[in-house]
């Protein structure tokens, strides 16, 4: 238990209401964590059991969104709960442990390429495989705050991670990453996927973020998921500084995507925008501009997209068009977009301002919250309707209605 929660511990278990639950990580608001299992709830107080059996009391109001949610699932608490306390930004209250990062004697190697050898290091998440003269502090700590940041917000997310780390692939060096790309498109056509090998060949050198299939041999070695994220930034510095805006957009969308969990294809529509809109708006509260451009191809040309070019004031500048009326927020507009070659600097910011209104307040958080785990059991989205239901709209045009009243309040910025 840690002490700075400021919470009595105390022996055995009180004649309330007991619910059986297993053992799961709780977080309070502050940010600290522990083990326990829920052994009572009632009138707002949670009773909550670790290993050793002794118990500890505490307010529902002084747990994450998360463990609140987790409530109201599992103990019967009033959604009242949900709505205590401000909304706060997780990442940045991120308490991390005195030995975050853990230098491995192990090294991993692609393709069976002794020159594609990496050095590995690790966090509780995370494995970073890096070539030489890469630090990883900054982005290591960047991706366990975001790790935590949605953690805090979506009771089902530690579930849906499961215990697999997360690979990030740095090479450090233009040929070590030309001939990982290399390795990775001819991976992809000895699987036959000779459309994600062309694209693989055509946009390579040009990303400065993007994914990598790994054999299951080698994701069941080092116990990682099956897809790495591999970095391609020419300045090493940026790998040791806290939030650095471009990883921090494509690290949230990571996370996103394992909390939204696999879609059938065709129940897709409306992914990108939530996906996107959820990467710019993580990266813009998190270090107060953008910074990131996303590349599209049809697959003769590359052109790179963004929004507006002013990166720290894509609100400012949004009111300004809603007010004109020359963009008007659409939800079933944005959900139709379905790749970069669709998107124009209006549409990508309207898409960061839905993320923004959807995590705008405590309730709207929850309801975020319950789209994301909705689309994480059927495994598709709902259309425009059923997301505006989710919000507690009876209609697409309530639910825009509201969203460009948030757009043109000082509480969008």
Not at 320 to 349: H, Q, W, Y
Request: charged residues 25%; glycine residues 6%.
């Amino acid at each position: 238990m840690n002490p700075s929660l400021g919470i009595a511990l105390t022996l055995g278990l009180a004649s309330i209401l007991s619910h059986a639950s297993d053992f799961r990580i709780w977080t309070s608001r502050q940010g600290s964590t522990f083990e326990a299992k829920l052994a009572a709830y009632r009138d707002g107080t949670v009773r909550l059991a670790n290993k050793e059996n002794r118990t500890i009391d505490m307010a529902a109001n002084d747990l994450s969104l998360a463990d609140r949610q987790y409530l109201i699932a599992n103990a019967d608490a009033d959604a009242e709960v949900l709505l205590a306390g401000d909304t706060t930004i997780p990442e940045l209250d991120y308490r991390k442990p005195q030995d975050p990062i853990r230098v491995l004697e192990d090294t991993i190697t692609f393709a069976d390429n002794e020159d594609l050898t990496f050095a590995l290091h690790e966090t509780d998440h995370y494995l970073f495989a890096v070539g030489r003269k890469v630090k990883v502090n900054g982005i290591a700590e960047t991706a366990e705050a975001c790790w935590h940041g949605m953690a805090f917000q979506h009771y089902e997310f530690r579930e849906n991670w499961g215990d697999t780390r997360q690979l990030i692939v740095i090479p450090g060096e233009k040929e070590l990453y030309e001939a990982l790309g290399a390795s990775q498109a001819e991976l992809l056509r000895e699987h036959g996927k000779e459309d994600a090998a062309y694209l693989t060949d055509l946009t390579w050198n040009r990303l400065s973020s993007g994914k990598m299939a790994l054999t299951p041999a080698m994701a069941d070695a080092f116990n990682v998921k099956r897809e790495a994220l591999v970095y391609n930034l020419p300045d090493l510095k940026r790998f040791r500084r806290d939030f650095d805006s471009f990883q921090t957009n494509s690290l949230t969308r990571a996370l996103f995507a394992s909390q939204a969990g696999p879609l059938t294809t065709a129940k897709k529509e409306g992914y990108f925008a939530l996906s996107i809109g959820h990467g710019y708006f993580k990266e813009i509260q998190l270090t107060k501009k953008s910074a990131t451009n996303l590349l599209a191809t049809d697959y003769e040309e590359i052109e790179t997209v963004s929004g507006f070019d002013d990166g720290t004031g894509w609100a400012r500048h949004l009111k300004k068009l809603v007010k004109k009326e020359e963009v008007e927020l659409s939800l079933d507009l944005i959900l139709a977009i379905k790749n970069t070659n669709e998107l124009t600097p209006n549409t990508l910011v309207s898409m960061y301002s839905l993320s923004c209104y959807m995590q705008s307040t405590q309730k709207q958080l929850a309801s975020y919250a319950t789209l994301l785990r909705d689309i994480n059991n059927s495994a598709k989205l709902p259309d425009s309707a059923g997301i505006a239901k989710v919000f507690g709209f009876d209609s697409t045009a309530d639910f825009e209605l509201a969203w460009t009243e948030f757009v043109l309040s000082k509480s969008f910025k």
